[in-house]
T-cell receptor, first 118, second 118 residues
Framework: DTEVTQTPKHLVMGMTNKKSLKCEQH?????MYWYKQKAKKPPELMFV???????INESVPSRFSPECPNSSLLNLHLHALQPEDSALYLC?????????????????FGPGTRLTVL | AQTVTQSQPEMSVQEAETVTLSCTYD???????LFWYKQPPSRQMILVIR????KQQNATENRFSVNFQKAAKSFSLKISDSQLGDTAMYFC???????????????WGLGTSLAVNP
């Protein structure tokens, strides 16, 4: 299984709503990522979890709250978002340790959640 | 800091022809990884090809091959026998080797939008 799944595919929410995005992988990867992507732009890294611990927070506003309940699951909790937060949110996973010559060092991406904030 | 430059925002090619997408990068590292990712209009980001800097042999994956010039810090992607399904955004990305506790960020180029015309 080389798939990263994300739910929901589409989400429309008001600025006062609370919602969550979910991501799951069963490849035994120990690093998981959240990205935000605007149209025709590269993904922007938001958070990285390494061995279920938050290792990178790219100065993301607190209205985005990540959670990694176990090695296969990654959530992104959303609260009081702004219209400019509308974007495609991508989840990715990769091997926990990346060493020279090990191969399979790339990140595997999910299909994304298209978020619209009204 | 590492940077990745894709100098061709948009390109087009006729079906069955060959096209080359350019990517240059800047780093002081000796060992690193380079990737080409493809994102079709359906938005699923998928890996096209990877290259480990310490390997002199250029990576190939079926119709996709790279011209990796380490001294020139160049990593171009050649697509042979272009197909309509190759229409997508193509992103070049750089990554350093790392372990569980270290930075695992992908450094992305701005992308090249490729259109394959019938």
């Amino acid at each position: 299984d080389t798939e990263v799944t994300q739910t929901p595919k589409h989400l429309v929410m008001g600025m006062t709503n609370k919602k969550s995005l979910k991501c799951e992988q069963h490849m035994g990867h120990r690093a998981m990522y959240w990205y935000k992507q605007k149209a025709k732009k590269p993904p922007e890294l938001m958070f990285v979890y390494s061995y279920e611990k938050l290792s990178i927070n790219e100065s993301v506003p607190s209205r985005f709250s990540p959670e990694c309940p176990n090695s296969s699951l990654l959530n992104l909790h959303l609260h009081a978002l702004q219209p400019e937060d509308s974007a495609l949110y991508l989840c990715a996973s990769s091997q926990g340790v990346v060493l020279l010559g090990t191969g399979q060092n790339e990140q595997f991406f999910g299909p994304g959640t298209r978020l619209t904030v009204l | 800091a590492q940077t990745v430059t894709q100098s061709q925002p948009e390109m087009s090619v006729q079906e069955a022809e060959t096209v080359t997408l350019s990517c240059t990068y800047d780093t002081s590292e000796n060992n690193y990884y380079l990737f080409w990712y493809k994102q079709p209009p359906s938005r699923q980001m998928i890996l096209v090809i990877r290259q480990e800097a310490y390997k002199q042999q250029n990576a190939t994956e079926n119709r996709f091959s790279v011209n990796f010039q380490k001294a020139a810090k160049s990593f171009s992607l050649k697509i042979s026998d272009s197909q309509l399904g190759d229409t997508a955004m193509y992103f070049c990305a750089f990554m350093k080797p790392h372990n569980a506790g270290n930075n695992r960020k992908l450094i992305w180029g701005l992308g090249t939008s490729l259109a394959v015309n019938p």
